[in-house]
């Protein structure tokens, strides 16, 4: 997912995360109140419209799936049932019929049954919703059909049927993401309603909390859903999420009092703070990227796109820029995605191994194949290169980043690279519709397969930003999607990943994500995945 998207070790299909503070309005921090910052104003908290690791954390909050992520052992997360409080699958995995819980309830109060999870998914594949992630249930049969009809059936209003057109080993983890909650359809279709998420008395929601009160890039205010068929169990009274972009503000507010928990502190404390153990890194199986636009040159060319790429210094980035903890990128599925062995074997990064070399003593002979590239490419020590912008969101890391990817361009390259921040809503959109060169990027995995990360840069794709199109790229993730022996189907995948950075270089992995996070002492209950989701429903101490 996007970060968002933010921000890696081996990790199994199960796991796990954390909360923030005041945004400058005067707000006096109350009692019992957990305050949460893990981002800006989120690009969107409609479950089916948002791509953002924040925007999926609230609505994980707010809405519920047939599975959902619970608390395991060691403040991790494992997956259990949700909506649907047990499901049966055919013998060939390949039919699933959930049985929803009884006497469900909307947020207002209103029955759920099992046509909401029929609408809200023929919703999210539906184009005219617009949603980057209709793909996410591509393996439902009927989505390849010409009107996109899933073969799902609402049998009774407890009983949810869905027929699969391929085997998919993670599909329980589909049936646990954001996208995948209900939605309902009496809100989403009131023509008398503008935006049903900007408002509590029209956000109807299914998940442990409700919304009830929404100020844009200030706040987002979470209270207990009464109507919620487990409401006993959740211990936080009110959750707040502050809603900033300045890592020296959040700093400052959490030092405060005013924020119980962080996720992102300024570049030049991290040592410190990493260094007294105030500040916990968690694994995160994501990893951070440049993309770059394959539609627009001088980016169009894959010898430029690579000579970029083999002229950036990771080790410096890891060790003099960000600190915390991650790891050099040697391709782009990071390290924690499972291979063909499964759980208890090997990682699909170990396979995979090495895309380009790394080590501190390949730098120069990358630097200067990347010359030689420049000059086939038609710009010899970067003459004629037109100046072009690095796009990234306004953070102090992102910042620090684009500053050091800058000086490595120019000083390796001879180019001009301009830095250019924004507002990461106005990032997010202009990143999606291709108006950049260059940009900043990050993907954590929506569930532990690499087709998480494989499939995103398929022709067409709603989270393709990079705008790539090559056939035969897509003709062996279609082949993978397909292939039922588990073996051949990561073989597909490591082919699949070869062309996408090996051959074509549409995008420079730069590093694999860790999580780091500062939490008040005394408080308790926090959950989290390496999928990059916090838990904030369980918390004591406030």
Not at 173 to 196: M, N, R
């Amino acid at each position: 997912m996007k970060k968002a998207l933010l921000t890696a070790l081996a990790l199994c299909m199960i796991f796990v995360f954390t909360a923030c503070g005041n945004s400058g309005s005067g707000d006096v921090k109350e009692d019992g109140v957990m305050d949460v910052c893990i981002a800006s104003e989120p690009d969107s908290i409609d479950p089916a419209l948002s791509t953002s690791l924040d925007g999926g954390t609230m609505n994980l909050h707010t809405f519920e799936g047939l599975v959902k992520w619970a608390p395991d052992k060691g403040g991790k997360a494992k997956l259990v049932p949700g909506m649907a409080e047990k499901w049966d699958v055919s013998d060939d995995k390949l039919e699933w019929t959930f049985h929803l819980r009884k006497d469900l309830k909307w947020s207002d109060g209103s029955p759920l049954t099992a046509k909401d999870f029929v609408y809200s998914w023929n919703r999210l594949v539906n184009p005219d919703t617009g949603a980057d992630y209709e793909y996410m249930l591509d393996m439902v049969a009927g989505y390849d059909s010409e009107d996109k009809k899933l073969e799902i059936e609402a049998v009774d209003d407890q009983t949810f049927k869905v027929k699969l057109a391929k085997l998919t080993p993670y599909f329980e983890e589909i049936c646990a993401f954001p996208a995948t909650a209900p939605v309902k359809q009496e809100i989403i279709e009131d023509s008398e309603i503008k935006d049903w998420t900007s408002k509590p008395d029209t956000y109807v929601s299914n998940g442990p909390f409700k919304m009830t009160e929404r100020k844009r890039n200030s706040k987002i205010v979470m209270e207990p859903n009464e109507n919620y068929y487990d409401a006993k169990k959740v211990e936080t009274k009110k959750l707040v999420f502050r809603l900033m972009d300045d890592t020296n503000a959040m700093y400052a507010a959490y030092k405060s009092g005013e924020l119980d928990f962080i996720n992102q502190v300024p570049p030049d404390e991290t040592k410190a703070l990493l260094k007294d153990k105030t500040l916990k890194v968690n694994p995160q199986i994501g990893t951070y990227f440049v993309c770059f636009n394959t539609q627009k040159a001088p980016f169009d060319n894959p010898k430029v796109r690579e000579a970029f790429s083999l002229v950036i210094d990771r080790n410096f980035i890891v060790d003099d820029v960000t600190g915390k903890g991650e790891t050099p990128a040697t391709g782009f599925v990071p390290s924690g995605i499972n291979d063909a062995k499964g759980v208890d074997g090997d990682d699909f990064r170990k396979v995979g191994g090495d895309l380009y070399k790394i080590e501190k003593d390949d730098y120069e002979a990358n630097c200067k194949k990347a010359k030689k590239l420049m000059e086939e490419a038609g710009y010899p020590d970067g003459k004629g290169f037109p100046s072009v912008d690095y796009l990234y969101n306004t953070e102090g890391t992102h910042k620090a980043i684009a500053e050091a990817l800058q000086n490595m361009w120019q000083d390796k390259l001879g180019v001009t690279v301009n830095l250019q921040n924004q507002e990461w809503n106005v990032f997010l959109n202009d990143r999606k519709e291709g108006n950049y060169s260059i940009a900043r990027h990050g993907w954590v995995a929506d569930y532990n397969d690499p087709m998480t990360f494989i499939d995103m840069f398929m022709t067409g794709g709603g989270n393709n930003d990079a705008q790539y199109e090559n056939p035969a790229y897509d003709a062996l993730v279609k082949a993978a999607k397909a292939e039922q022996d588990t073996s051949k189907r990561m073989q597909l995948m490591h082919d699949a990943e070869k062309i996408l950075i090996s051959d074509d270089n549409v995008v420079a992995p730069l590093y694999f994500y860790t999580s780091p996070y500062m939490m008040h002492d005394g408080l308790k209950g926090l959950y989290y995945t390496p999928l990059g989701y916090f838990f904030f429903g369980n918390m004591t101490g406030m």
